[in-house]
């Protein structure tokens, strides 16, 4: 499968985007989906996950609340809805693919990424 990451920009604190993950040659039900997210210097940060039949979220506790993962099977997408952005959530934010199964959260446990949107929230 091939990923599409797109919906990065800048906004302001407290502000909202929408990041999209556009899947093609297979289908994101196939999958587990997960958002993590990298700054310069640091490792890549799990952020949020979803199950491949989507009953399963999983969040990490610095975006739970304002984060929501989604899929759309129409538009074979999986989303993620960043309400009430702070400066620390500037990064850039890859989408992957797993095995479907158990939402994880390493990068270890996903075998396709997206090339990266980047994301900066300023003050």
């Known amino acids: 499968v091939q990923l599409q990451a797109s919906g990065g920009g800048l906004v302001e604190a407290g502000g909202s985007l929408r990041l999209s993950c556009v899947a093609s040659?297979?289908?994101?039900?196939?999958?587990?989906m997960g958002w993590f997210r990298q700054t310069p210097g640091k490792e890549r940060e799990f952020i949020a996950g979803?199950?491949?039949?989507?009953?399963?979220?999983r969040y990490a506790p610095s975006v739970t609340g304002r984060f929501t993962i989604s899929r759309d099977n129409a538009e074979n997408t999986a989303i993620l809805r960043m309400n009430n952005l702070q400066r620390a959530d500037t990064a850039v934010y890859y989408c992957?693919?797993?095995?479907?199964?158990?939402?994880?959260?390493?990068?270890?446990?996903?075998?396709?990424w997206g090339q990266g949107t980047q994301v900066t929230v300023s003050s």
């Open positions: 040659g297979r289908t994101v039900s196939t999958y587990n």
């Open positions: 992957a693919a797993g095995r479907n199964g158990i939402v994880r959260s390493r990068v270890s446990d996903y075998d396709y």
């Open positions: 979803l199950s491949g039949n989507a009953y399963v979220t």
